[in-house]
């Protein structure tokens, strides 16, 4: 007994002197240890600003929700562990057996039950006080239309990172400034709030107010939804942009995909067509090519030239019509969309005159919208132009856009010549309800004069008009000027008899300041007429139809046009090879 007695008195003094030692000892670097230890920090996440079309309605939200964390030691311990498990497998509407697993592991302090819980559901788990269970504070992205407008909004990844479209391209400015809490822990971890020595309160992101109008973004969609349908396309796109301001009312593309499911999409959904997808224009093209020259003056619309009767070899090789003409003046060249006069016309200019004219109207680069991924289709130098180059690029072979380059372009037709950069933003307000930033028209050219624009605009009047290609795109009591394109799709030797692009753009009222401007693709409509007049030209009038109401825009045209008419004259073919 003595023996075991002064073990134990031996062993008492020595923790005594240990803890003498810790006290009043030399030991910084062992609470140092400690300290760290019991330190808390904890970075509170940001709220993300939200996004909202031009009237306010909300395209884009963080919602604060709630992870469900268990310590699986603890609950263990206090022998509720099959209770426990049950309740958060029936709250969670989850599977039991993956709870209890998740639960049943003794040498665990941390387990994520559910991420991305919603608050309600959360106080209903915390209202059962069950120990060893708590929650996280998270915020969620949450885009409210689903696929309306998804490839303009974008989205953000599992990181809280911009990764399309708006959200990728104003991160910066969405994502505002983390919070960041420090204090101490007690031994359970827990965080001690009497201790907490420093508290910065996070700062929500700027709001985006989006130029697109919600509803007229809806009427784009489902026009689209229609067309594609009826003709089974691979793909179709549309934009509808006011003409003086540059700003984007609708701008949609399909296929599409739900931005709150964006991890289930393919990078074909993902694409935005309107802006990341260039294509050989076809007879679009000429409005550039006919403009110019009548800017040059090297024609004037009431010049004839020989079309051939359809066919007509240059340099060797054979240019054709889709239906033959004899003699036409510039103005029924445009009208009637002949290749053969469109290649004549251009040849009264040389190469370098017409390079200058494509660049200022802004093909072979970007056109500078606020949207990440866009093309700036392909103009090559002139000097590299071979001696059929001028002859097929009038009838927009041999260069690529976009459907938005091609809208602007048309736009400067509508605008006196004028060419404005073309935007989605209209503006961003902080946190405090401050703008920090309001886009206006910025105009980056003029490639016409005025009076060779209001001549265009003339021109294009009359392609709508009976005999022209574009007969179908007409709006009852509206002025309607517009341009069908319909470009066969470039093939290894050639050019496809099957595969095209169909399109139409146009603006409306002609000659008002209010006018807006809209283009319509399809790629590779199934139909037994796959022309721009045939099936690209409805789609534009039952978009332009619902616009003009809707933006409440007047006529301007007394006698009612039918809406329907004869069917186009007018494909573009590509040089046979």
Same mark, same amino acid.
């Given at each position: 007994m003595d023996l075991v007695a002064g073990l134990l008195a031996l062993l008492l003094a020595?923790?005594?002197?240990?803890?003498?030692?810790?006290?009043v000892g030399a030991n910084d670097a062992l609470r140092r240890r400690i300290e760290q230890t019991r330190r808390y920090e904890d970075r509170i996440p940001e709220p993300r600003g939200r996004i909202l079309d031009r009237?306010?309605?909300?395209?884009?939200?963080?919602?604060?929700?709630?992870?469900?964390?268990?310590?699986?030691?603890?609950?263990?311990?206090?022998?509720?562990?099959?209770?426990?498990?049950?309740?958060?497998?029936?709250?969670?509407?989850?599977?039991?057996?993956m709870v209890m697993g998740r639960l049943n592991r003794p040498h665990r302090r941390f387990e994520y039950i559910k991420q991305f819980v919603p608050e309600d559901t959360a106080e209903q788990i915390r209202r059962m006080q069950l120990q060893g269970v708590r929650f996280d504070d998270v915020c969620v992205r949450h885009y409210p239309q689903g696929d309306l407008v998804c490839h303009v909004i974008g989205f953000v990844n599992l990181e809280n990172v911009g990764s399309a479209g708006i959200e990728q391209r104003l991160d910066a400015y969405l994502r505002g400034q983390p919070g960041l809490r420090v204090g101490e822990k007690d031994g359970g971890g827990r965080e001690m709030y009497d201790r907490r020595v420093l508290d910065i309160a996070p700062q929500q992101g700027a709001d985006v107010y989006l130029t697109i109008d919600q509803n007229l973004q809806y009427m784009v969609e489902k026009a689209l939804d229609a067309a594609m349908a009826?003709?089974?396309?691979?793909?179709?796109?549309?934009?509808?942009?006011?003409?003086?301001?540059?700003?984007?009312?609708?701008?949609?593309?399909?296929?599409?995909?739900?931005?709150?499911? *964006?991890?289930?999409?393919?990078?074909?959904?993902?694409?935005?067509?309107?802006?990341g997808h260039v294509f050989e224009p076809g007879s679009t093209f000429k409005v550039a090519m006919i403009a110019a020259a009548l800017n040059e003056k090297t024609v004037t619309p009431d010049q004839v030239f020989d079309c051939e009767n359809g066919c007509w070899f240059y340099k060797g090789r054979p240019l054709r019509d889709y239906h033959p003409n004899g003699r036409l003046t510039v103005a029924d060249v445009l009208k009637k969309s002949s290749n053969i006069?469109?290649?004549?016309?251009?040849?009264?200019?040389?190469?370098?005159t017409v390079e200058r004219y494509l660049r200022a109207f802004g093909f072979g680069r970007p056109s500078g919208i606020e949207l990440p991924g866009e093309e700036g289709g392909i103009l090559r130098d002139c000097s590299r132009w071979t001696s059929l180059s001028l002859s097929r690029i009038a009838m927009g072979h041999e260069v690529s856009v976009t459907a938005l380059q091609m809208l602007n372009m048309?736009?400067?037709?509508?605008?006196?010549? *004028?060419?404005?950069?073309?935007?989605?933003?209209?503006?961003?307000?902080?946190?405090?309800?401050?703008?920090?930033?309001?886009?206006?028209?910025?105009?980056?050219?003029?490639?016409?004069?005025?009076?060779?624009?209001?001549?265009?605009?003339?021109?294009?009047?009359?392609?709508?008009?009976?005999?022209?290609?574009?007969?179908?795109?007409?709006?009852?009591?509206?002025?309607?000027?517009?341009?069908?394109?319909?470009?066969?799709k470039a093939v290894p030797g050639g050019y496809s008899d099957r595969a095209n692009y169909s399109s139409f753009m146009g603006f409306l009222p002609a000659e008002s300041p209010d006018s807006i401007a809209i283009m319509v693709v399809l790629d590779e409509p199934q139909l037994s007429q796959r022309t721009g007049g045939v099936v690209a030209a409805p789609v534009f009038q039952e978009i332009a139809r619902q616009a003009v109401r809707y933006l409440d825009i007047p006529p301007d045209v007394q006698t009612d046009?039918?809406?329907?008419?004869?069917?186009?004259?007018?494909?573009?073919?590509?040089p046979r090879l």
């Open positions: 020595a923790l005594a002197a240990r803890l003498a030692l810790l006290h009237h306010g309605n909300l395209l884009a939200l963080d919602l604060a929700m709630k992870n469900v964390i268990a310590d699986p030691r603890e609950i263990i311990a206090s022998g509720h562990l099959r209770f426990t498990g049950m309740q958060l497998a029936r709250v969670l509407q989850l599977d039991p057996a009826e003709q089974r396309t691979r793909g179709a796109w549309a934009i509808v942009q006011r003409v003086r301001t540059g700003e984007i009312l609708a701008m949609a593309s399909r296929p599409s995909y739900d931005l709150n499911q *964006f991890r289930a999409a393919t990078q074909e959904r993902m694409l935005n067509r309107a802006t006069g469109a290649a004549k016309i251009s040849l009264t200019m040389d190469e370098k048309l736009c400067a037709v509508a605008n006196d010549g *004028f060419l404005v950069r073309p935007t989605i933003i209209r503006r961003m307000v902080d946190a405090d309800g401050r703008t920090i930033m309001e886009t206006k028209p910025e105009f980056v050219a003029r490639p016409i004069r005025e009076d060779t624009a209001r001549l265009m605009r003339k021109l294009l009047v009359r392609v709508t008009e009976e005999g022209g290609t574009g007969t179908r795109a007409r709006v009852a009591g509206y002025s309607v000027a517009g341009k069908t394109g319909t470009a066969q046009a039918p809406t329907v008419a004869s069917r186009e004259n007018e494909p573009d073919r590509g």
